[in-house]
């Protein structure tokens, strides 16, 4: 019981950290920031599936499934976001880069 009470603590208390580090990051640099995190979030989603593989009862296993679902949209949503970044640095056929 100690331990899990000690894993809440950690939990809660990387919530507050992530949130509040996030909210002081300048919106100029959100979209880098994304795409470096996509690693970090390709970890989760690790641990995420090893958790819903195993077999430590249904309430773990359905917890798993969820931090899954979360970890693939965030990865795949990271990923999309950096896309369109990068796409504004390409070069197109017209001066200036512009696109229709």
Do not use: E, W
């Not at 640099?29 to 989603?45: D, K």
């Amino acid at each position: 019981m100690h331990l899990q009470l000690i894993q809440i603590y950690v939990f809660v208390l990387a919530g507050f950290v992530g949130f509040f580090t996030i909210t002081r990051v300048p919106a100029l640099l959100h979209t880098p920031l994304m795409s470096a995190t996509n690693a970090i979030s390709a970890i989760s989603l690790v641990g995420s599936l090893v958790m819903a593989g195993a077999d430590h009862g249904s309430l773990a296993t359905i917890l798993g499934f969820v931090a899954v679902t979360c970890a693939t949209i965030n990865v795949v949503g990271g990923f999309i976001i950096t896309d369109r970044m990068l796409k504004m640095f390409r070069r197109g056929g017209r001066p200036g880069g512009a696109r229709r």
